[in-house]
């Protein structure tokens, strides 16, 4: 394609191609800029895509704040201003070693587990790896990259968060605020 349209006599100074599920296949290919999206913090949604052998790489650190051991639930303190609220609520977190739990409940700062006989009490900390990626990361200024050791050795910082696209302004007057 490049070739084609170079001999048109328009440059293509670069091709950029491959989404997250695809780039795969052209990272050998050195006139190919890849654009991977979120391929940086897989999530659930590419974990259950078995044939890309994707494993999540994003978790949240989170805390159960209360149990109701009679109801089989636990209150965390991961709510929907921790983690993206746009997969259904049963989708949108798994706690990593705890994978028969479920999020049965979300308000902004809390979310309520289900056990489904995994093992949680007051005070415990544990991993959850959201449904969303992408609507999660931009909740932080930064990742923690840390190691098998729990050591946290590197740190990124998500440099696109805070922009925003203004396309109109409410403007209010001093007689509007009267």
Not at 13 to 41: C, E, H, M, Q, T
Not at 80 to 106: F, T, Y
């Amino acid at each position: 394609l490049r070739d084609r349209v170079n001999k048109r006599g328009l440059d293509v100074p670069d091709i950029v191609a491959g989404g997250s599920w695809s780039f795969r296949f052209y990272l050998k290919d050195p006139i190919i800029r890849v654009s991977p999206g979120n391929w940086i913090y897989f999530d659930l949604v590419n974990s259950v895509m078995t044939d890309l052998n994707f494993k999540p790489a994003c978790a949240i650190l989170g805390q159960v704040v209360d149990a109701q051991p009679l109801k089989d639930t636990v209150t965390i303190d991961i709510g929907q201003k921790g983690i993206a609220h746009d997969p259904r609520v049963g989708e949108r977190l798994r706690v990593l070693g705890k994978e028969s739990s479920e999020l049965v409940g979300q308000s902004e700062e809390h979310g309520i587990l289900r056990l489904n006989g995994e093992q949680l009490e007051i005070g415990d900390f544990f991993l959850a790896s959201p449904g969303h990626a992408c609507m999660t990361t931009v909740k932080y200024p930064e990742a923690l990259v840390i190691n098998e050791n729990g050591d946290i050795i590197d740190q990124f910082d998500h440099t696109a968060r805070d922009r925003v696209h203004r396309s109109g302004s409410i403007l209010y007057t001093e007689k509007s605020m009267e």
